[in-house]
């Protein structure tokens, strides 16, 4: 995830930081090649959160660059909570971020389309609140209990109908 200091909400790159979450067996790593890289002091490792809500309305931006997914519930859950998304194009991405519609889509291991993305979207605030608008309705028709049933009920309807055509068609 990305987000800005609180101290500033300028467009000054400064600013930014990165909150990268988790205690996996990659986290020791990845804490020195941002050390290497020069970075560190942009970085925090918090380590792992169990409750997101506060992260999610801290930060600008959810980033999501994994080599492979299914359906991340992680992802769901950033949109839910009103965050543009870049993510890879992988697993189930693409079936929640559309065609770029509610989020951007990186190819995986593409760094440069990936850090491109993200530049493009830090300095453009309305396409992150349209991304972040499109993606929030989607993800609530979609995936929430409410959306699921509506689906559910429309599967039923469509069911039940075929079935009445059938045997009085």
């Given at each position: 995830?990305?987000?800005?200091?609180?101290?500033?909400?300028?467009?000054?790159?400064?600013?930014?930081?990165?909150?990268?979450?988790g205690?996996?067996r990659?986290?020791?790593?990845?804490?020195?090649?941002a050390?290497?890289?020069?970075?560190?002091?942009?970085?925090?490792?918090?380590?792992?959160?169990?409750?997101?809500?506060?992260?999610?309305?801290?930060?600008?931006?959810?980033?999501?660059?994994?080599?492979?997914?299914?359906?991340?519930?992680?992802?769901?859950?950033?949109?839910?909570?009103?965050?543009?998304?870049?993510?890879?194009?992988?697993?189930?991405?693409?079936d929640?971020?559309?065609?770029?519609?509610?989020?951007?889509?990186?190819?995986?291991?593409?760094?440069?389309?990936?850090?491109?993305?993200?530049?493009?979207?830090?300095?453009?605030?309305k396409?992150?609140?349209e991304?972040?608008?499109a993606?929030?309705?989607?993800?609530?028709?979609?995936?929430?209990?409410?959306?699921?049933t509506?689906?559910?009920?429309?599967?039923?309807?469509?069911?039940?109908?075929?079935?009445?055509?059938?045997?009085?068609?």
């Amino acid at each position: 995830m990305l987000f800005r200091s609180r101290e500033s909400h300028s467009d000054n790159a400064s600013s930014l930081r990165l909150l990268i979450i988790g205690d996996g067996r990659l986290r020791a790593k990845t804490e020195l090649e941002a050390e290497r890289l020069g970075i560190a002091n942009f970085c925090r490792f918090p380590g792992s959160i169990t409750n997101l809500g506060d992260v999610y309305r801290a930060v600008d931006l959810f980033v999501m660059p994994s080599l492979w997914e299914g359906l991340s519930l992680a992802m769901l859950e950033a949109m839910a909570a009103g965050l543009p998304m870049v993510a890879t194009d992988v697993g189930g991405a693409r079936d929640v971020l559309g065609d770029n519609q509610r989020g951007v889509l990186v190819p995986p291991g593409d760094a440069e389309a990936l850090t491109l993305a993200l530049a493009q979207l830090l300095i453009d605030s309305k396409r992150r609140i349209e991304l972040a608008a499109a993606g929030c309705l989607h993800v609530r028709e979609r995936y929430s209990i409410v959306g699921l049933t509506r689906q559910l009920e429309r599967l039923y309807e469509a069911a039940v109908a075929a079935r009445k055509g059938a045997l009085y068609g």
